[in-house]
């Protein structure tokens, strides 16, 4: 299958930083990423929707100023916790819808996640 | 907008028992019913998926069943090993966007 390549895996950073994560389609071509945060023992719950070339979408609750996403090509997004607080220690997933036509599935393919710890 | 419920939260099964894990969701026009295996610390990985248009489908010791009309799903786990031990993720979609439910321990004692 696809393959979705995230970066870093792991990051500590100090209160009142700025965190960039990377999502990357390494095989196909991703018009549309999502973003998706998990807090230890919980589900997955979507932040964004990341549309290459134009603004990412945000989910209800989800601060735009502080979670800023680009997806300026169809193979790279990126999503920076921008004033990071211990509150944002999390499991920052990405994933990527593979191209649309007779093969498309509805699959999507995840990233291998990034643990953001804030001191 | 789509909201899943997923039960039980924690199953625990010994080896070579099933379990079933159990989904809803509100939704109607959902499509698309993937089942995530997540282990700690891991990116999910999809173990089966089922189409709205399709009522079962079975992958060697894993099943899933579909009823659109009463809108739930299932996952069923056979002859469980102790490496099925990992949170399970249902999820409904209008795809692409996937909505998931809040996932179910599993552990499968030896």
């Known amino acids: 299958g696809a393959v979705v390549s995230q970066h870093p895996s792991r990051v500590i950073c100090k209160s009142g930083t700025s965190v960039k994560i990377e999502c990357r389609s390494l095989?196909?071509?991703?018009?549309?990423m999502f973003w998706y945060r998990q807090f230890p023992k919980q589900s997955l719950m979507l932040m964004a929707t990341?549309?290459?070339?134009?603004?990412?979408?945000?989910e209800q609750g989800v601060e735009k100023d502080k979670f800023l996403i680009n997806h300026a090509s169809l193979t790279l997004s990126t999503l920076t916790v921008t004033s990071a607080h211990p509150e944002d220690s999390s499991f920052y997933i990405c994933?990527?819808?593979?191209?649309?036509?007779?093969?498309?599935?509805?699959?999507?393919?995840f990233g291998e996640g990034s643990r953001l710890t804030v001191l | 907008g789509e909201n899943v419920e997923q039960h039980p939260s924690t199953l625990s099964v010994q080896e070579g028992d099933s379990a079933v894990i159990k989904c809803t969701y509100s939704d109607s026009a959902s499509n698309y019913f993937p089942w995530y295996k997540q282990e700690l610390g891991k990116r999910p990985q999809l173990i089966i998926d089922i189409r709205s248009n399709v009522g079962e489908k079975k992958d060697q010791r894993i099943a899933v069943t579909l009823n659109k009309t009463a809108k739930h799903f299932s996952l069923h786990i056979t002859e469980t090993q102790p490496e099925d031990s990992a949170v399970y993720f249902c999820?409904?979609?209008?795809?692409?966007?996937?909505?998931f439910g809040g996932g179910t321990r599993l552990m499968v004692k030896p």
């Open positions: 994933s990527a819808s593979a191209p649309g036509g007779a093969a498309y599935t509805g699959e999507l393919f």
């Open positions: 095989d196909f071509q991703a018009t549309t």
């Open positions: 999820a409904a979609s209008i795809v692409p966007m996937l909505t």
């Open positions: 990341s549309n290459e070339g134009s603004k990412a979408t945000y």
